[in-house]
């Protein structure tokens, strides 16, 4: 067998350490990668093909090969950490049209450090006193959209903050007192609020009130990552390990130099204050660069041609099925993806959303999706590797039709 074909075997072959199968190989050289540790199945944790979509309890996305040799490569070699987040900073800004830009363990970390950095500016002595604001001469409120209340607000008030909701313009002026803060804006509920992205800029301009923006999930498309700070948004926070498929424990605070520089100071590795904790090291720094320029680089065109073909062959195949209805729609915001909805008529197709999920959760392979309900299911194919849509679609057809 040449190297080449044994190579595509192995890709074939299913199950790591498979070598055994094939008389001689184990005489040759390197082994290949599916002869690595299996670390999960060591510990017994189940590994899934992801049809579901990014989400944190499933580890988000996994990062691409240009993302874990920047990982291996800086696990090499020791450098200071603040020149390393100076450096990959300014590189980062640039790309994104920010004033400056900072490496942080997450979106969530993002909101927290960005509001303490305002909060406190470059003074030591107030940092050192977050989360208390009281009788410290600090300012304590956000102000935010009603519809824009999502559990990752919370990363707010971490700094002490408390957040006042409102819904008109009108009402915002209202609240708007010398405590106030920081005015935040959720984009993945920007069609929700009655406050639109510009007019809550200029809100804060003409209150002389910073404002940020929350795009954890918001690319694709890709122009949404300097967008915001073209816009005028005083920081904008994105995750690292959704659509860019950065480390899933990284992500971007970016924005005006003051607020950026202050935020540095409730970070690691400066202790003595509320983000000792959010800690990025040289790995997750240069793999949040690398994935980053090359996320701006890469095809968007082809890859979501190539996400709407993945995902035609799984409604074609579950299409087939009597009974059952599909459409494909785009969210308008956040995890802007095709998404299939599978969904089918309960009296000709026993099975719940919940049941088929359990069916493919305990297949072969372990297959996850989202979106359940009492008879449909939701998928998206970004997750996936190539491929592996060939599988989602032959086992949703296999137990559809089973339950006929
Ligand atoms: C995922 C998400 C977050 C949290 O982002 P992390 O990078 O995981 O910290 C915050 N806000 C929204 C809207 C999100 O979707």
């Known amino acids: 067998m040449q190297r ?27 082994p290949p990668p599916g002869r690595r540790r299996n670390l999960f199945k060591e510990l017994g944790v189940r590994t899934f093909i992801n049809a579901a979509g990014t989400y944190t309890a499933m580890t988000g996305s996994l990062m691409h090969d240009y993302v874990v040799d920047a990982i291996r490569s800086g696990a090499d070699e020791f450098c200071y950490l603040d020149e390393l987040q ?20 997450g979106a969530f970390a993002g909101m927290t ?22 009788g410290t001469g600090m300012k304590s409120e956000v102000i935010i959209q009603k519809s824009h209340n999502i559990v990752y607000n919370h990363a707010l008030k971490n700094t002490g903050c408390k957040l006042i909701y ?36 200029a809100l804060g301009r003409k209150h002389h009130i910073p404002t940020s923006i929350d795009i954890a999930a918001d690319v694709p498309p890709v122009s949404n990552l300097w967008k915001f700070n073209d816009m005028g948004f005083s920081f904008v926070v994105i995750s690292g390990g959704k659509a860019i498929r950065g480390p899933q424990s990284a992500g971007l605070l970016m924005g005006k130099k003051e607020i950026i520089a202050a ?6 590795p400066r202790g003595f204050n509320i983000g000792r904790g959010f ?38 195949a579950a299409g087939s099925v009597n009974g059952v ?11 802007v993806t095709p998404t299939l909805e599978i969904s089918w008529d309960a009296t000709a197709i026993k099975l719940t959303g919940k049941e088929l999920q359990e069916k493919l959760r305990h297949g072969r392979p372990s297959i996850e999706i989202g979106g359940v309900k009492d008879n449909s299911i939701t998928i ?25």
């Open 166 to 201: 409102v819904e008109s313009s009108a009402e915002l002026e209202n609240a708007i007192n010398e405590k106030t803060a920081l005015l935040h804006f959720l984009n993945i509920e920007a069609d929700k609020g009655k406050i639109q992205h510009e007019e809550w800029v």
């Open 279 to 316: 800690k990025v090291n040289k790995e997750e720094i240069l793999g949040m660069y690398v994935a980053l320029e090359k996320y701006i680089q890469r095809d968007h065109d082809k890859e979501w041609k190539r996400w709407e073909t993945a995902i035609a062959k799984i409604e074609q």
């Open 113 to 134: 450090l960005g509001l303490a950095g305002i909060l406190t500016g470059m003074d030591q002595r107030k940092v050192e006193q977050l989360p208390h604001l009281e």
């Open 380 to 404: 998206t194919v970004w997750m996936l590797k190539p491929g592996q849509e060939k599988i989602v679609a032959r086992r949703i057809r296999e137990e559809l039709m089973n339950a006929r």
């Open 4 to 30: 080449r074909e044994l190579l595509k075997f192995f890709s074939l072959v299913p199950m790591a350490g498979s070598a055994a199968l094939i008389p001689g190989a184990a005489a040759m050289a390197a």
């Open 86 to 105: 100076d450096k990959a900073g300014e590189k980062i800004a640039a790309l994104v049209h920010a004033e400056a830009a900072v490496v942080t363990s």
């Open 325 to 335: 209805t599909t459409s494909i729609t785009i969210p308008p915001l956040g995890n």
């Open 263 to 268: 935020a540095r100071l409730h970070m690691p």
